[in-house]
């Protein structure tokens, strides 16, 4: 068992990277964010080292940790900009604000790199306390703007809990190259689940 998750051990926090300095700065961080994801999610987290993503950069490793401490802390914080990065196109917005299409939020291609970097991350957070950290943040955040959105569900945290489950089994399926069931059906499917939850 990790440190992270040992009963009775002490909660560590995610301490995000400080925001860049001046404008030159944000440009190579969102160039960093960027590489970074794309070797994440071709190569995989673990496969992946801050010297490749130097070397992408055309950066010193040096001048990479001046941005980033730690790869774990660059994959929390890839992660939380490919999110903010998705909620901000058009496509998503007008899903989300349609129940019925909501649930294809939870296995649609736009968002399989985003999945494809959870299963990493999960994978990593179990032996690393900063990225368990990180995606308690993240996760703690999602939680409460999905509660907000669900209408009509008499347990929305159980709601929302089952919905990440659902999703992050959705990735891993992804990851090891499963196919999706017909998209009508698991739609379908989906639904009845997240309509049970409301009966309670």
Do not use: C
Request: glycine fraction near 8%; charge should be negative; aromatic fraction near 6%.
């Amino acid at each position: 068992m990790s440190a992270s998750t040992a009963p009775g051990a002490a909660r560590h926090r995610f301490v995000p990277p400080p925001p860049p300095r001046t404008p030159k700065a944000a440009g190579t961080r969102r160039r960093l964010l960027d590489l970074a994801a794309r070797q994440f999610i071709e190569r995989g987290y673990s496969a992946v080292s801050m010297n490749d993503i130097a070397t992408a950069a055309d950066l010193t490793k040096g001048a990479l940790y001046g941005h980033f401490r730690s790869k774990g802390q660059l994959l929390v914080e890839v992660i939380r900009w490919k999110h903010s990065e998705r909620e901000q196109e058009p496509d998503f917005v007008a899903t989300l604000a349609d129940p019925e299409r909501g649930l294809e939020l939870m296995y649609d291609s736009a968002g399989r790199d985003i999945r494809l970097l959870d299963v990493d991350a999960a994978a990593a957070a179990r032996h690393d306390p900063d990225i368990a950290a990180g995606l308690e943040d993240i996760y703690r955040e999602r939680h409460a703007w999905i509660r907000d959105a669900i209408t009509g569900v008499s347990d929305p945290d159980t709601a929302v809990w089952l919905l990440f489950a659902l999703s992050a089994g959705i990735g891993m399926q992804e990851a090891v190259g499963s196919p999706l069931p017909d998209t009508d059906r698991l739609r379908a499917a989906l639904r009845t689940t997240v309509d049970s939850l409301g009966r309670g």
